[in-house]
């Protein structure tokens, strides 16, 4: 190695004593005066400790710019002590407290009797604010976990029963989602939640997630539940998802179940690009027949592969795809009709490798026809050497992808299509007669990516240039990114 130059020498001093330092001044900002004031405050409170409560609630209360959320952690620091004043400051409209009060009951396992007590209160604020900590308890945001929380909600269960029967309006709702968020846990009040059921719309819906949340616990629901599903309209949707929440023991409900979805097929993409009420009842009903599982899901199956095509057909799958073949998958031995299904999308090469590796993995679930067996696991293999080939993570910049010149070390992860796996020949092939696209069409860039994801079977130089010059050839200087004049 060479000796270090003088000026290098410096700066290898002055970038080392910059990092010993923090880094340079320019990236520590002095504070404001806003700012000062602010530390000052807080370290005064956290001296001060509970005779500074009525100002770290106010100051919550009143959501004062960089004292809101360092204001509500220490609150929950002081703990027991000061829940009687937030019971208190609860009462004010706006005041929003609820993560000070479910922090408490998760660090220190204390707040139970303040809650019950809320539960019980006049004013809607209070009881609102109880409700909405019951809920961060039991099931907590961003999955940090309660475990001091958890034996409360369970001893606070009844106490939500009586609001549950008397509350209105966003009480209730708030009551319901609070049922909700318990889960398993709510099965005591399943009689409630099967009454709201046919309340207004919004309580009716909360409803209903709540029971399937609930899951196997609420099935005494069916009967209710499969009344709905004969009752028709809007009441279909909601009575399903609640019975593929709570499973095996909505099975009665299946024929049913079975009978509204052929009732959709006619309609289905009919306010397409938006969903129908027939296309959303048809996706609830994927989403619940596999859950609910069980030999009565068989004669469902067509059903349900012709809704996928129709529905793919139309365009109102996106993002989807992969979800129903999971769904098909998890049918298992009942799922043998969609198998036709999964077997052309794995048998075909213009389909992305991960679709077809997800009915690759449902046709494993469901069992693979003797017939298929040879193809089928020599498909398998292809799809294993495509992905060790076509989907490695490209190093280098971003914008190495799209320079025609030099080509990048290894294939680029958009351009992992390939008939070749296949033993198929390249598809799309420009017809010579064919009228080159004009250059301006907003559709260009997207043909082009198309042929060079059709021609691309290789990842080794040479290929990465035919494909270019072949795709480049047909479509002109479109896209001008990529098919530049050298």
Known sequence: MGRL?????????????????????????????????????????????????????????????????SAKKLLVSLGQAVLPELVHASEREGCDLVQVFAGIVCHAGRGEAELRSMFLSKHPPVVTTALLAFSVVAKPEYGQPCENGKPIVKRLIPALSPLLRSQTGDVLHTALSSAEAAGPEAAPLVPELVSNLEKEEVAGNIAAMALGAVGEGAAAAVPALRALIRKGGKWRQRATEALGGIGAPARPALPEIGAILKQQLASLCSTKPRYSEADAIATAIGKAVPTIGGPQTEPLVPDLVSTFQTMRGCELLSGMLDDWLKRFGALEKYGTAARPLLLSILENPDESPALRRSALAALDKIGTPFGSWGKVRGLRKALARKQEIFERAFDGPAMQIILPSPPPPRTPREFFLCREEGGLPPVAEPAESAAKPDRTDKTADGRFASCLHARLCGPDEADYRATMVKCCGFYGTSPPWFCAPR
């Open 5 to 69: 130059t003088p000026l290098a020498v410096l700066i290898l001093a002055w970038t080392s004593a910059m990092a010993w330092a923090g880094g340079p001044q320019w990236m520590h900002p002095k504070p404001t005066a806003e700012e000062k004031r602010a530390t000052a405050t807080l370290q005064a409170w956290q001296k001060r400790g509970m005779a500074a409560a009525p100002e770290m609630i106010e100051a919550a209360c009143a959501r004062a710019p960089l004292l809101d959320d």
